[in-house]
């Protein structure tokens, strides 16, 4: 289980990406800095496979709290300290549905590799290189979703649009809620956070 769980991670190096002579993969990724996610895809990379299989099999949401066990101690992780330990923005919109109309449909231009409007649910290929990134990006380590990664669905589409387009997120809510399902025996949400999980414990 462990070894499905780092597999999948992403880890952003923010330095050397930023430093890159390429302007549209360094705007791109100054966007994502902007957006307020820097904190959660650039933290330290460490990882311990047993205390994350412990905590899966431990874990459970009781209050709207995280809660596991491992090795014998309780850990409670809440919405506020998810947030505060990433840095995420806790204001913003919470509803990706909500993301301006205008900045999708400027978007299924500007993210079109032909120039052509994308549709907000459309093949990778479809997009210019540094979108392609984000998206990649986005599907590993924010929607971390099971399935192919070929294919931008509408959501991620909207998450894209939202950090291109400077529109405030409340990553930390947004975040929080994926990694409580992440947590719920049986869940279909995909673990694959392992990076982040691992600085909380």
Not at 77 to 101: C, Q, R, Y
Not at 145 to 160: N, P
Not at 170 to 189: A, E
Request: charged share 20%; glycine share 6%; aromatic share 8%.
């Amino acid at each position: 289980m462990a070894s499905s769980l780092i597999s999948n991670t992403v880890h952003v190096l923010f330095d050397s990406v930023l430093a890159m002579e390429n302007s549209d993969i360094v705007a791109t990724f100054e966007a994502l800095v902007a957006s307020g996610l820097q904190g959660f895809l650039g933290c330290p990379a460490v990882i311990y496979e047993a205390s994350l299989i412990e905590f899966f099999q431990n874990g459970s949401v009781r209050d709207g709290m995280v809660i596991s066990t491992i090795q014998g101690k309780s850990v409670e992780i809440s919405e506020a300290m998810f947030a505060g330990k990433f840095e995420l923005p806790m204001d913003g919109l919470t509803d990706l549905n909500e993301v301006p109309k205008d900045l999708v449909f400027d978007a299924k231009s500007v993210f079109s590799f032909t120039g052509e409007q994308v549709s907000t649910s459309c093949k990778k290929r479809e997009m210019k290189i540094e979108f392609r990134l984000l998206s990649d990006i986005l599907a590993k380590s924010i929607t971390v979703k099971a399935g192919s990664f070929d294919v931008v669905t509408h959501e991620r589409f909207l998450m894209m649009a939202a950090i291109n387009g400077g529109v405030r997120i409340s990553w930390g809510r947004l975040m929080f809620n994926i990694f409580k399902d992440m947590v719920i025996p049986g869940s279909r949400q995909a673990r694959v956070i392992a990076i982040q999980i691992c600085v909380l414990l």
